[in-house]
């Protein structure tokens, strides 16, 4: 495929995706009564407006499904930068088949490169800073996989992918346990070795640092209150800045000298890419 989507079964997501496009009839009723069997077509998709690329591989497979002798040429490089008008693959191969997958390729591709292309402009608004761009769990279930390679496609850097692979104590937890210090506290005595610990305070740092916290996740401060923290932490574990990020404040936050910042509408919020197929009668 070209990409990395760990635990992530790319196969089932191509079936399961047609599947429901297909209905339990499995057909494609406008092709199979429109489109004679043996026709074929050239297509060609493109960018009608500048995007940052992600997931052409993803739709690729869609069109080898239908039809594993099908021609696909990708022109561009996931992660790429391209204007307006440029094309990005060219196809070959069964009618019916790539009108049936079609829609399933273009909502992928549209998805994925929308998330690319704003993550890239949060990328490049704290360019220089030394800041790290982090994404989040504010994904759709099931596309957790593929929305996060599509923000290491626009320059971000992914954080937890789950659950499972860190600690990440926020307010309610520590309301639960008592205070910041017993979170952490019942979080090292578990054995895990990642804890985030979430402030809105800068009273809480000590503690929580004190108790053993590997990563200070600073919730909801303007840049001023960012500055103090970073001071107050003084290098000892990284900073992350969190909540009410916009392109129009990240880089004053970034200035602060956080180690990250972490923007949830990467994946919650972004547009999908304006793309399109256009298809004509080919050999």
């Known amino acids: 495929m070209g990409i990395l989507l760990p635990q992530f079964d790319l196969e089932a997501f191509i079936r399961a995706t047609l599947a429901e496009d297909l209905g339990p009839s499995g057909r494609d009723v406008t092709s199979e009564s429109v489109i004679p069997a043996d026709a074929r077509f050239a297509g060609t998709m493109d960018s009608r407006d500048p995007i940052v690329v992600a997931g052409l591989p993803i739709a690729a497979a869609f069109f080898r499904q239908l039809d594993p002798a099908i021609e696909i040429d990708i022109l561009v490089g996931e992660g790429a930068s391209v204007p307006a008008g440029t094309d990005l693959m060219h196809l070959k191969g069964k009618a019916r088949a790539m009108l049936t997958a079609e829609r399933s390729a273009l909502n992928t591709v549209q998805h994925l490169s929308g998330i690319a292309t704003m993550t890239r402009k949060y990328v490049d608004a704290i360019a220089g800073t030394g800041c790290i761009l982090l994404d989040?769990?504010?994904?759709?279930?099931?596309?957790?996989?593929?929305?996060?390679?599509?923000?290491?496609?626009?320059?971000?850097?992914?954080?937890?992918?789950?659950?499972?692979?860190?600690?990440?104590?926020?307010?309610?937890?520590?309301?639960?346990?008592?205070?910041?210090?017993?979170?952490?506290?019942?979080?090292?005595?578990?054995?895990?070795?990642?804890?985030?610990?979430?402030?809105?305070?800068?009273?809480?740092?000590?503690?929580?640092?004190?108790?053993?916290?590997?990563?200070?996740?600073?919730?909801?401060?303007?840049?001023?209150?960012?500055?103090?923290?970073?001071?107050?932490?003084?290098?000892?574990?990284?900073?992350?800045?969190?909540?009410?990020?916009?392109?129009e404040t990240i880089r004053a936050k970034a200035e602060s000298g956080v180690t990250f910042i972490s923007v949830g509408r990467l994946t919650q919020s972004a547009p999908a890419a304006d793309i399109g197929l256009d298809f004509s009668i080919g050999s």
């Open 136 to 247: 989040t769990r504010k994904t759709i279930p099931g596309l957790r996989a593929l929305e996060k390679y599509a923000t290491r496609m626009g320059g971000a850097t992914n954080h937890r992918m789950g659950l499972w692979d860190a600690a990440m104590i926020k307010d309610n937890h520590v309301a639960v346990a008592g205070g910041v210090a017993e979170a952490v506290k019942r979080a090292r005595q578990a054995g895990v070795e990642r804890i985030i610990l979430e402030v809105d305070h800068l009273d809480q740092i000590e503690p929580g640092l004190a108790a053993g916290a590997t990563h200070l996740l600073l919730d909801n401060m303007d840049a001023k209150m960012l500055r103090e923290a970073v001071a107050l932490v003084a290098g000892r574990v990284p900073t992350e800045a969190s909540g009410g990020v916009t392109l």
